[in-house]
């Protein structure tokens, strides 16, 4: 029935000249890969996700089989390389048996520069901090540093020494200094260093 209602939209867009979009697409960007989903419900449909590194490559399955989906159909990819764009394909099979073919949609893997924030910022209590570092899952751990230190360059705190993962990871400090004294109102720098670059980022504490 969908297919059927597809078709003849399409046929009065050649008529009237206006264009049938495909469902858009929500892209969440995890943890060394991406989920790719199709925005609608197809609930008791099955689906398959492909896949092209261009426009006009061949395409390679990314689901190993058809997948039932119950709400929204999804697809998450950890074989992605930041910096690069890849193309997906979803084609669903309807509750009546028709085949609905949606996209190629265009998704382009964020490569994180090297840097850090912390929210919220300012702050009085705990926080949460993010760092970040270029490369991808497959890409090997570098040793890093972040650390809290005072106006005059003097050590408050150490969030992170040792190995860190590509990609953003994200800390919880509880706004206490090496002793576990609350840091007091004022101004206040995070310091960021890996093999790959640093960042220095301002740290604002409210009462």
Known sequence: ???RLVLTLATLSL??????????IRVIEGVGGIRVVLEGSYAQSTYRV????????????????????TGECFVTDFDVTPGHTYFYRF??????????????????????P???????????????????????VRDASVDAEATI?????????????????RGVTTLRWDGAD???????????????????GSSV?????IR
């Open 178 to 196: 090496a002793a576990g004294r609350r840091l007091g109102a004022g101004l206040y720098f995070l310091r960021f260093a890996s093999p790959l």
């Open 114 to 136: 090297v840097g850090a924030r912390l929210y919220p910022n300012p702050g009085s209590g705990a926080t949460h901090v993010q760092l970040s570092l270029p490369g991808g």
């Open 91 to 112: 084609d669903v099979r309807l509750a009546d048996g028709t085949l609905a073919q949606f996209g190629p949609y265009p998704v382009s893997i964020t490569n994180h």
């Open 50 to 69: 492909w896949r092209s590194d261009g426009a006009t490559a061949v395409y390679a399955p990314v689901t190993e089989r058809d997948v039932l989906c």
């Open 1 to 3: 029935m969908m297919r």
């Open 201 to 205: 980022t301002r740290v604002v504490r």
């Open 149 to 165: 230190v005072d106006l005059q360059g003097r050590h408050v705190r150490t969030l992170l020494r040792g190995p860190l993962a």
């Open 15 to 24: 008529l009237t000249g206006l264009a049938v979009a495909d469902p858009s």
